[in-house]
């Protein structure tokens, strides 16, 4: 896959929400909230550990995770976004500098405030697309 363009990585770079979609099998979708992190084209975030979310990425690794850009609409009503499919793979959080990170971009705090067992989760993009300002198409992000 080819890098994610400029304008792409830039949603995932600022502090925008996500919105993740896993399954927990058939008409069982489960959609979340969550803070992101851009590594390279894939993305990371975090979940308690016994969680909806980590169960069902446990059992389908498989994974939707969506930006709206918060400044720019395609035309009145369809606000630009971009989505991203791909694999996951779960990793018990053994510290707390990545949701420490995340807390300092999103909430402007420099630990991240709540005690727990999370899990880290790490999206291996295997396609993209959305509906957004990229040089060369009339409105779409890409593939």
């Not at 304008?7 to 929400?17: E, G, K």
Request: aromatic fraction near 8%; proline fraction near 7%; hydrophobic fraction near 35%.
């Amino acid at each position: 896959m080819d890098d994610l363009p400029r304008a792409v990585r830039d949603l995932f770079d600022d502090a925008n929400p996500a919105i993740v979609a896993t399954s927990g099998g058939v008409d069982r979708p489960q959609l979340s909230v969550v803070w992101i992190e851009r590594r390279g084209n894939d993305l990371a975030f975090f979940c308690e550990a016994d969680s909806v979310k980590a169960r069902n990425l446990a059992a389908h690794p498989t994974v939707v995770v969506i930006v709206m850009d918060p400044e720019r609409t395609f035309e009145p009503g369809a606000q630009c976004h971009v989505r991203i499919s791909g694999t996951t793979s779960l990793e018990s959080l053994s510290d707390t500098s990545f949701p420490d990170r995340l807390a300092k971009r999103y909430m402007g705090v420099d630990r991240f405030p709540h005690e727990g067992d999370y899990v880290s989760v790490t999206v291996t993009t295997t396609s993209w697309s959305g509906v957004g300002p990229f040089p060369g198409t009339t409105h779409g992000w890409g593939t």
